[in-house]
């Protein structure tokens, strides 16, 4: 199972994802150590689109970074998708210049809960992929509304 977890810089894409992952012991894939591994901070659009093919590359997981095209996002192919949409604009123009907001999504999360309420919500959910997938067709849906 392919997760995206994708939003704005400081949505908290990153918070989510390390706990989710390390809740069901599922690989996390985080843009800013890909690009630190590949040595490569070029945020133009060829930057962009190396590092999308970078993170690309991983076939399951969860995937955590701004992926800020919606193109990018359909040719990931994840089986789920969360837009973090908790803030109106980043700390980058930029980013904020560049991003597409999603026509295609299976969570839109638009008020970030706390960890204490994520870490409870979590509750008896084995590790593995049936386990985050069951929670997240679940609990966590009511959790974020």
């Known amino acids: 199972m392919k997760i995206l977890i994708f939003g704005l810089p400081g949505s908290g894409k990153t918070t989510l994802a390390r706990e989710l992952a390390y809740h069901f012991l ?5 843009a800013d150590t890909i690009r630190e591994k590949a040595d490569d901070w070029d945020f133009s659009a060829e930057g962009r689109l190396r590092q999308f093919h970078r993170i690309n590359q991983e076939s399951w997981g ?3 970074f701004v992926c800020p095209y919606e193109e990018y996002r359909h040719r990931l192919g994840a089986d789920f998708v969360i837009w973090m949409d908790t ?3 980043g700390r980058f123009e930029d980013t904020n210049k560049a991003f597409e907001k ?3 999504y299976d969570m839109r999360i638009k008020r970030w809960i ?3 309420q994520l870490h409870n919500s979590l ?3 084995s590790p593995g992929i049936k386990g985050i997938q069951n929670y997240l067709d679940g ?3 009511k959790l974020v509304k």
Do not use: A, C
């Open 87 to 89: 803030i109106e604009e």
């Open 139 to 141: 609990p966590f849906q």
């Open 102 to 104: 999603p026509n295609k």
């Open 62 to 64: 969860i995937l955590d």
């Open 26 to 30: 599922v690989p996390h894939y985080n």
């Open 114 to 116: 706390g960890l204490d």
């Open 123 to 125: 509750g008896d959910f």
